[in-house]
Nanobody
Framework: QVQLVESGGGLVQAGGSLRLSCAAS????????MGWFRQAPGKEREFVAA????????SYTDSVKGRFSISRDNAKNTVYLQMNSLKPEDTAVYYC???????????????WGQGTQVTVSS
């Protein structure tokens, strides 16, 4: 089992920045590809970003390219999502997810966090 705990969400004005963190425990973090997803009210959960288990690649959904950046610190068992130039349409609950031996193109994950709310005001 892998336990994931997100933090860093909050209320920010449009154009602002937030950095989300996801702390993992329970297994060898460096064996897991990590992803970020989000779910806005009334919408389905959607992929945001992913990073390979070995840090060798990243991917993003088109709407966040150039604004969001995913990274990982294996020494801290943590994955981050740096979000810049935030827009009201980025408002959602953000979830991190883990999959053993996952790559930047992985979209199906085994473990999920509880989510953190991000609200962007106009």
């Amino acid at each position: 089992q892998v336990q994931l705990v997100e933090s860093g969400g909050g209320l920010v004005q449009a154009g602002g920045s937030l950095r989300l963190s996801c702390a993992a425990s329970g297994r060898t973090f460096s064996n897991y590809g990590m992803g970020w997803f989000r779910q806005a009210p009334g919408k389905e959960r959607e992929f945001v970003a992913a990073i390979s288990y070995n840090g060798g690649g990243t991917s993003y959904t088109d709407s966040v390219k150039g604004r969001f950046s995913i990274s990982r610190d294996n020494a801290k068992n943590t994955v981050y999502l740096q979000m810049n130039s935030l827009k009201p349409e980025d408002t959602a609950v953000y979830y991190c997810a883990a999959k053993k031996w996952g790559f930047y193109y992985t979209r199906v994950y085994e473990y999920w966090g509880q989510g953190t709310q991000v609200t962007v005001s106009s």
